[in-house]
């Protein structure tokens, strides 16, 4: 096998069965390793999904290069037909793995990863392994290690609802939010109620919360400024 034979297996437009065979099992490999990241971290979007998405995509960007340049009258063929219409219908079932759950939007990176996939596909079937690979490499590393920044220095990304009632309506606001915040809670907005026939006082917070709030003790910090009746912290 000369250098000829391996250039064309990753790189070229001569569309020959082991081309075909290189590129489709470096499609899959591309969407099978998307696809662990999802499931490592229990989302819906899996690895089937993925390899499916990507090896299709490949599929049909090859079958493009092919009907270009050896079905199509000489100088006519449009080798980024089909590619258009996947890059538009992808969108569709990467829509549908975005979901609203109380008040947060999930789904969101997994729709991403769905246009990535397809992307990889396409490139790898184009015969351009090697951008396809680095574009494989840096979402890796931008799944891996970028959410661990994230979590380190903005932790809190869950809006959530934080629910107080005290018996009575000598409350120190400043003071009840500092406790709130120094849990890692960041205070969005703010909803006061106050029955006149009766001491008791509702307040509402909007806030933006971090995966783990040590909830037992946020609770006995709150007690310390007032008579707590009801505490509630929901989606």
């Known amino acids: 096998m000369n250098f000829d034979t391996i250039y064309d297996m990753f790189f070229g437009v001569n569309i020959t069965w082991y081309a075909c065979l290189v590129r489709i099992i470096c499609s899959f490999l591309s969407g099978a390793i998307l696809g662990i990241e999802r499931k490592m971290r229990q989302q819906t979007v899996g690895i089937r999904t993925l390899v499916l998405i990507c090896v299709s995509s490949c599929l049909l960007m090859i079958l493009s290069v092919f009907v270009s340049t050896n079905l199509a009258p000489e100088g006519k063929g449009d080798p980024a037909r089909i590619a258009a ?49 680095m574009t494989l490499f840096i979402c890796v590393v931008a799944l891996v290690y970028i959410e661990k920044l994230e979590d380190k220095y903005f932790p809190a990304e869950l809006t959530k609802k934080l629910y107080l009632v005290f018996d009575n309506n000598k409350v120190s606001f400043e003071d009840l939010s500092k406790i709130i915040t120094s849990f890692g809670l960041y205070i969005i907005n703010t909803d006061v109620t106050r ?41």
């Open 85 to 133: 219409q996947v890059v538009s219908g992808i969108g569709f079932l990467g829509g549908g793995t975005i979901l609203r759950q109380g008040l947060n939007v999930k789904g969101l990176t997994s729709s991403a990863i769905i246009w990535v996939s397809a992307a990889l596909g396409l490139a790898i079937g184009a015969g351009m392994v090697l951008p396809a690979m």
């Open 195 to 235: 029955l006149m026939g009766q001491k008791h006082l509702s307040i509402t917070f909007s806030v933006k919360a971090p995966p783990t709030v040590d909830v037992v003790e946020l609770v006995n910090q709150i007690k310390q400024i007032g008579r707590l009746e009801e505490f509630r912290l929901t989606d």
